[in-house]
């Protein structure tokens, strides 16, 4: 038996974000469990868009007075938000999960890098996802609503372009936020529940608060902020919805590194 | 030889408990040094502060004259299998190697060539979860091989191994070492040690016991003897005494020589002109010594008597 090999010398001086990236890319897409929760996130937004605005057509004109179709076809991005957290922890969860940590980070042992290749990867994935996810929704809300009397709602409209690409954007961020509290967290259950409950349960429990902090919660601001191209009282404007959404990843990804660079796998 | 394993002073504290205390030793090329102690004992963890896995209490832990966390192609300067199970069961070897190969530009060629090493070539599409733990310890001996590194580290390698596979795994470290790499091999079982390293590094309970060749180690504890049958005892001890040597008289009503050969004994008996019925060289177990020095220092030890007995030479065995 011989285990003598010459290897290339590699053309860097060092390893770095670039290899970290294209390992995280590899191991992204060579578990099963990563394109059944992309084809989660996709069919299942596309199914509920298709549903409910489906419930929303052919009404009579009066029925559309401040009738939002953009708004209404991205009504389905709530199952995609859900799916793309669920990606987004994964990433680390699954590894710490399987132990895969431990080889991981022999091979790339600078903690913050092999952090950032992950989040890199994933928002890249994310974003793209979201991107083709609510074009998608936008040319099915027209498909469905093309015969039914709504207000015009191209492209070329004011805030309509900034509702579909904005929302899409919002998926980069959900599945960003997802991947740090994968991080922090490491197990995917503790992830998933964190992440349930600040989508979905923190905006019902803060309802019955005095205030309106609802308005602030991740999902009301995309649902009612960012999605919205008809403006309602009582949510905030897509910018402020936006710094929002962008403070609280950023917080959530600092929590994120202050654990995987602190505590050791 | 420059060392390219340092541990110096390291310790780690888990809470309450010392995992690793104030530990130093040095692992050179082209010899296995074989990492022994009993479980519990710290050698995993202090595989996992050399690899930067564990962030040491206080002191450090130097590969080729760095902290693992600061080397620039960690995979091509050292390899390591650390758990048996360090792999998602959803990927397949290959692209778990695959993935790994990335991270240190390591071509995809060389993912064929270790798998063929290790001899699992043929499940390579397999997904690692349907794996044998032997197979998994296999998978992780070919990461560790991945990026051809001069230093590998294997904790516990033959773990789940099958006869074939750990005569196979012994034979591996021993080439790898012959190689001029630096391997350094965790195991509890010092029959397995005895077979597989040239150097010993023994902890017990976190602490340095011994840092030693296999052979010093053997000799200096518990250490060689003769052991004689005589009709004549008390002669053959006067004898022996004046001779320079030492007596040890075992119950059996055998004698035991320290401190001369049996070539020594035997001319001295004809020299003596002394009745000997049995006449036999006698080794001390690597066991023996090992259970000498770690008697004080094993965490969780059953109830039964840890003495140490001689065993002949020629019965080499089951330790």
């Not at chain 1, 099963?32 to 929760?37: A, K, L």
């Not at chain 2, 590969?63 to 960690?74: A, I, S």
């Not at chain 2, 002394?274 to 030890?301: C, G, K, N, Q, W």
């Amino acid at each position: 038996m011989t285990t003598i090999t010459v290897l290339p010398a590699p053309r860097s001086s060092r390893y770095g974000l670039r290899q970290a990236c294209r390992a995280e890319w590899a191991k992204l897409f060579s578990i099963r469990s990563t394109w059944w929760t992309l084809f989660v996130t996709v069919v299942g937004t596309l199914v509920v868009t298709a549903l409910s605005t489906a419930s929303a057509a052919h009404h009579q004109p009066g029925w559309y007075q401040g009738f939002d179709p953009t708004n209404q076809s991205m009504s389905g991005l709530a199952i995609g938000a859900l799916a793309i957290g669920v990606l987004g922890a994964l990433v680390f969860t699954s590894e710490y999960g399987s132990g895969t940590i431990r080889s991981s980070m022999a091979a790339t042992p600078r903690r913050l890098e092999f952090l950032l290749a992950k989040l890199l990867v994933v928002g890249a994935v994310a974003l793209a996802v979201g991107e083709v996810l609510t074009f998608s929704c936008f040319a099915l809300g027209h498909a469905i609503l093309g015969s039914s009397p709504v207000p015009s709602w191209s492209l070329t409209d004011p805030g309509v372009l900034r509702s579909v690409v904005g929302s899409g954007v919002t998926i980069g961020l959900l599945g960003l936020m997802g991947a740090a509290i994968g991080a922090a967290v490491r197990r995917t259950a503790g992830a998933m529940g964190i992440y349930v409950a600040l989508l979905f349960l923190l905006p019902i429990l803060l309802a019955k608060m005095p205030g309106n902090l609802v308005r602030f919660t991740p999902l009301i601001i995309i649902a009612n902020s960012i999605a919205a191209v008809v403006r309602h009282t009582g949510f905030v404007s897509p910018v402020v919805g936006f710094v929002l959404l962008a403070c609280y990843t950023v917080a959530l990804i600092l929590l994120g590194v202050v654990v995987v660079t602190r505590r050791d796998p | 030889m420059s060392s390219v394993i340092s541990v110096n002073s390291l310790t780690k504290q888990f809470g309450n408990a010392r995992a690793v205390s104030n530990l130093s030793f040095e692992v050179v090329p082209g010899v296995v040094t074989g990492f022994l102690g009993p479980n519990g004992s710290g050698k995993s963890t202090t595989m996992r502060m050399i690899m930067g896995l564990d962030t040491p209490t206080s002191g450090t832990a130097l590969v080729n004259g760095k902290p693992y966390t600061e080397l620039n192609w960690p995979l091509r300067e050292v390899g390591a299998l650390l758990d048996a199970k360090a792999f998602h069961p959803a990927r397949t070897a290959y692209s778990h190697l695959r993935c790994l190969a990335y991270t240190n530009d390591v071509p995809l060629a060389r993912v064929e060539q270790v798998l063929g090493i290790v001899g699992l070539t043929e499940v390579g599409t397999k997904r690692a979860g349907k794996f044998s733990l032997g197979m998994g310890q296999r998978l992780g001996i070919a990461g560790a091989l991945l990026g051809d590194p001069g230093v590998l580290l294997f904790d516990e390698p033959v773990n789940g191994l099958d006869p074939e596979g750990i005569r196979w795994v012994r034979n591996l470290l021993r080439s790898l070492a012959a190689e001029g790499r630096s391997v350094f091999v965790s195991s509890h079982l010092i029959s397995e040690m005895a077979l597989t390293a040239d150097r010993l590094v023994v902890i017990g309970r976190g602490a340095l016991i011994a840092d030693t060749t296999v052979r010093d180690f053997t000799a200096l504890n518990g250490g060689d003897a003769v052991r004689v049958v005589t009709p004549d005892v008390e002669s053959f001890v006067a004898a022996v005494r004046r001779a320079g040597g030492e007596v040890d008289l075992v119950p059996d009503d055998s004698v035991a020589v320290r401190g001369m050969t049996s070539a020594a004994v035997g001319e001295l008996i004809a020299r003596e002109r002394l009745i000997v019925h049995e006449l036999t060289p006698m080794r001390a177990s690597l066991e023996d010594a090992f259970m000498e020095l770690t008697r004080d220092a094993v965490e969780y030890r059953s109830g039964g008597s840890t003495g140490a007995a001689l065993v002949g030479s020629g019965g080499e065995g089951e330790l």
